[in-house]
Nanobody
């Protein structure tokens, strides 16, 4: 079954940290670009971070230096380590994957959302 299952959201105070996880099926993990998107209430969905099949990473300017995307080949799992969280990071976070690119913002595969709330 081709799927993504996200977990790890929660509520933290500004300056705190959270780590999101996304378990991927074997097909997705081995054949796709993986990444994270987020959508805050009343705002458009935005890409947060991507990791290519070769491990190359990219980040939105708003999270550079604070968030780190990584993956564990032994567990077929994608991670997003979020440090120095700000209230503006509050959003529903989604893991996603596509065989070609995540740049278009319309990946073929989506995980369910996991809520992140950062209080000031």
């Amino acid at each position: 079954q081709v799927q993504l299952v996200a977990s790890g959201g929660g509520s933290v105070q500004a300056g705190g940290s959270l780590r999101l996880s996304c378990a991927a099926s074997g097909y997705i993990y081995n054949n796709c670009v993986l990444g994270w998107f987020r959508q805050a209430p009343g705002k458009e969905r935005e890409g947060v971070a991507n990791i290519e099949r070769d491990g190359t990473t990219s980040y939105a300017d708003s999270v550079k230096g604070r968030f780190t995307i990584s993956k564990d080949n032994a567990k077929n799992t994608l991670y997003l380590q979020m440090n120095s969280l700000k209230p503006e990071d509050t959003a529903m976070y989604y893991c996603a994957a596509d065989e070609w690119t995540l740049v278009t913002g319309t990946p073929n595969y989506w995980g369910q959302g996991t809520q992140v709330i950062v209080s000031s």
